[in-house]
Structures are given as structure tokens and as C-alpha cells.
T-cell receptor, first 109, second 115 residues
Framework: GQNIDQPTEMTATEGAIVQINCTYQ??????LFWYQQHAGEAPTFLSY??LDGLEEKGRFSSFLSRSKGYSYLLLKELQMKDSASYLC??????????WGAGTKLIIKP | ETGVTQTPRHLVMGMTNKKSLKCEQH?????MYWYKQSAKKPLELMFV???????ENNSVPSRFSPECPNSSHLFLHLHTLQPEDSALYLC??????????????FGQGTRLTVV
């Protein structure tokens, strides 16, 4: 079966750096997405990786290793507004998105 | 504002009621989706429409019935639901199904409670 694994919850300190990991086992691979979802709000797109390596976008970076079935989202200079759930999703060979359960990130002052 | 609007935001219904969820997108997209989001579980894809044609029905019980009258509107008709159907129902749209980089835009969801 298809599976996306990510930690359920993480805690970090304001101003610090946090890395949220995602491992996947899917039938085929057509890209990996990271979304941010604040409580009670819509998920919003953060990043897309289809080739190995690091994609940097401001304070957020996303890394992909297709051979290892592994990605991470790196958040730098954490702010209180970064408290949210972070969803990892992989597009499989049928172009369907397979979702992880999300990682709830708690930022403390 | 993501360009995808869902109504109502909250809905409480009895198990014998019939209600409908509405989704509208203003992004010119050709694909629309219904997802179910339960606490601490992955998003569950329920239905997919691509150019108004239903392309996916992921073993969803018949008490959920989708309708897509045009590329901008999507409905989810509900009848004789069960308490375990209580969840956040998210609508999303994307350019079209079948491309790798096809970012999905989500609505804010309808929080459904079945009593």
C-alpha cells in the first residue's frame, strides 16, 4: 500500500530552526508537496520538489531524496505565526495526491 | 483568500437530514476535489472532477453524492449520515488532473457534525 510518514507533533523555540521529516512509499512519483494549515483554515501551498536537492524559498526550504523516499521541510528564524500543521503529500503514478497525517508544530516564546 | 469558497463553514445535521455543501472556485481551474479531513488522519480524497467529468470515486459510501454542474462549482449532497462522518470537508481545485506540478488550492472547509 501507499504510505506517507511524518511526526505527529514537534515543538520549537521562536527564532530557532526546525526540520520536519517526511518519508514515503508510493506507487510511482510525480512530485512532493508541502502545505501549511493553520487551525480552522485552508491548507496553503508551501513548496514542490520533483528533482533531488534543496529548494529554498525565504525562511522555508524543502529537500528531496527520491532514492531514499525522503523529504524534509526546514523552517528558519521561527516566528509565532509559524505555529501550524505541516502536510506532506506525494503525487503518485496516477497523479493522485497521497497525504501524510500532518505534523503539528508548536512554537514557544 | 485562496479563490476557493465553501459554504456553509459549519453544519450540524441529524442522521435523517439531507443537506448540501457548496464549493465555488474563481481561479479558472478545470479540476475540483472533495476531501475529508479527520483529526490526526491524512486527508482522504473522496471525489475528483476533471473538466466536469468524475474521474475518481474512492469507495465513498453512497450517502455522499457529488455534483459538478460546471468547472466552477462543486456540490456534495449528504443524506442519512452517520456520526463517524463528522469531520472537516475540504474542497480544492487545480489546473487539471494529470500533470506533476499541479498545485491544489483549498477552501476553508465545512466543519460537519452529525448528531
Amino acid at each position: 500500500g501507499q504510505n506517507i510518514d511524518q511526526p505527529t507533533e514537534m515543538t520549537a523555540t521562536e527564532g530557532a530552526i526546525v526540520q520536519i521529516n517526511c518519508t514515503y512509499q508510493t506507487s510511482g512519483f510525480n512530485g512532493l508537496f508541502w502545505y501549511q494549515q493553520h487551525a480552522g483554515e485552508a491548507p496553503t501551498f508551501l513548496s514542490y520538489n520533483v528533482l533531488d536537492g534543496l529548494e529554498e524559498k525565504g525562511r522555508f526550504s524543502s529537500f528531496l531524496s527520491r532514492s531514499k523516499g525522503y523529504s524534509y521541510l526546514l523552517l528558519k528564524e521561527l516566528q509565532m505565526k509559524d505555529s501550524a500543521s505541516y502536510l506532506c503529500a506525494v503525487r503518485d503514478s496516477n497523479y493522485q495526491l497521497i497525504w501524510g497525517a500532518g505534523t503539528k508544530l508548536i512554537i514557544k516564546p | 483568500e485562496t479563490g476557493v469558497t465553501q459554504t456553509p463553514r459549519h453544519l450540524v445535521m441529524g442522521m435523517t437530514n439531507k443537506k448540501s455543501l457548496k464549493c465555488e472556485q474563481h481561479l479558472g481551474h478545470n479540476a475540483m476535489y472533495w476531501y475529508k479531513q479527520s483529526a490526526k488522519k491524512p486527508l482522504e480524497l473522496m471525489f475528483v472532477y476533471n473538466f466536469k467529468e468524475q474521474t475518481e470515486n474512492n469507495s465513498v459510501p453512497s450517502r455522499f453524492s457529488p455534483e459538478c454542474p460546471n468547472s466552477s462549482h462543486l456540490f456534495l449532497h449528504l443524506h442519512t449520515l452517520q456520526p463517524e462522518d463528522s469531520a472537516l470537508y475540504l474542497c480544492a481545485s487545480s489546473q487539471e488532473v494529470g500533470t506533476g506540478y499541479d498545485e491544489a488550492f483549498f477552501g476553508q472547509g465545512t466543519r460537519l457534525t452529525v448528531v
